[in-house]
Nanobody
Framework: QVQLVESGGGSVQAGGSLRLSCVAS????????MYWYRQAPGKQRELVAA???????NYADSVKGRFTISRDNPENTVYLQMNSLKPEDTGVYFC??????WGQGTQVTVSS
């Protein structure tokens, strides 16, 4: 059974930082492309960042220079380091594997 479990969300003030983690089980993690998505209230889910098995990354324009996605294959974990947070970064952040498996999400709230 595949499980993706996110953690690290919380409430911070604008300009603050958070580090999200997603631990995967039930899949061969090292060969998967891993994604972070987010969904703000009343909006569609959007791609935030992606990291391929070889380590190459992509970011949404809105987070470039502020967020960093990384992975630890031996620990089956993908991270999202979020710096210089803005109120518009508020939402539920979801981990995804290969655009197929989803985690349950973790809430991030940024206050001004």
């Amino acid at each position: 059974q595949v499980q993706l479990v996110e953690s690290g969300g919380g409430s911070v003030q604008a300009g603050g930082s958070l580090r999200l983690s997603c631990v995967a089980s039930g899949i061969i993690f090292s060969i998967r492309t891993m994604y972070w998505y987010r969904q703000a209230p009343g909006k569609q889910r959007e791609l935030v960042a992606a990291i391929r098995s070889g380590g190459s990354t992509n970011y949404a324009d809105s987070v470039k220079g502020r967020f960093t996605i990384s992975r630890d294959n031996p620990e089956n974990t993908v991270y999202l380091q979020m710096n210089s947070l803005k109120p518009e970064d508020t939402g539920v952040y979801f981990c995804n594997a290969d655009l197929y498996f989803w985690g349950q999400g973790t809430q991030v709230t940024v206050s001004s």
